[in-house]
């Protein structure tokens, strides 16, 4: 890496320390944040992570705005410099049954109890999670200011891209793998000829069956 984009990731870096910074004298911080409230199939995911204060990890963004190979590559060292991390799972049936709103407050209210430390602040990427009786700060397009919600913002796309690549080896017919359950062409095309899976979202289907 060149000096100088080196010294840019630094800085970038501590920008995204300010909410951190800003409440770090109320004790643990946990950065929280979800993936798959789009997709027609798959489960959505959340991600609470408590990183060990003064935390380095340079190229933290926003998931979406990274490359595959990018968060692959974070992800281990996410781990390595977090003292917890909770991750919560909801299904697309459950998603059916309550709205994918509710669905996703319902994996964050997992990823937090899965924690093995109990934080203080829960630094949240837009939302403020219903029925935690813990001090939340909602931040909107929070996974590119936060360090610790953009670190919540990989576990949480790398953990639900790794269960539709699993998944793709069960219903290979709909291509999980390339397009993670996403209303790509290809993927509606398929939803066309075979029906809809187990997996699928029969309320964000019914355009399409």
């Known amino acids: 890496m060149a000096r100088r984009t080196l010294e840019e990731e630094r800085a970038r870096e501590y920008a995204l320390m300010r909410y951190e910074r800003e409440y770090e004298a109320e004790g643990l911080i946990a950065g929280i944040d979800e993936a798959g409230r789009g997709p027609l199939a798959g489960p959505v995911v959340a991600a609470a992570v408590i990183l060990y204060p003064g935390a380095e990890i340079l190229g933290i963004n926003d998931s979406k705005k990274l490359s595959e190979k990018a968060r692959e590559a974070l992800y281990p060292e996410i781990l390595e410099r977090s003292m917890a991390v909770g991750i919560g799972i909801v299904s697309a049936g459950r998603i059916d049954e309550i709205n994918i709103l509710q669905a996703t407050y319902e994996a964050m209210r997992k990823a937090v109890s899965q924690l093995c430390f109990q934080p203080d602040v829960l630094l949240v990427d ?6 935690i009786g813990i001090r939340q700060v909602p931040i909107i397009k929070g ?9 919540a913002s990989i576990i949480a796309k790398v953990t639900r891209d790794r269960m539709m690549r699993e998944l793709d080896e069960v219903y ?3 291509g999980f793998a390339a397009h993670k359950g996403y209303g790509t062409a290809v ?11 187990p997996i699928h979202r029969t309320s964000f289907i019914s355009h399409f069956v």
Do not use: M, R
């Open 126 to 131: 837009a939302v403020t999670i219903p029925g």
């Open 143 to 151: 996974d590119a200011k936060s360090l610790s919600i953009g670190a």
């Open 172 to 174: 290979p017919e709909y």
């Open 187 to 197: 993927h509606i095309a398929a939803l066309k000829e075979y029906g809809p899976c």
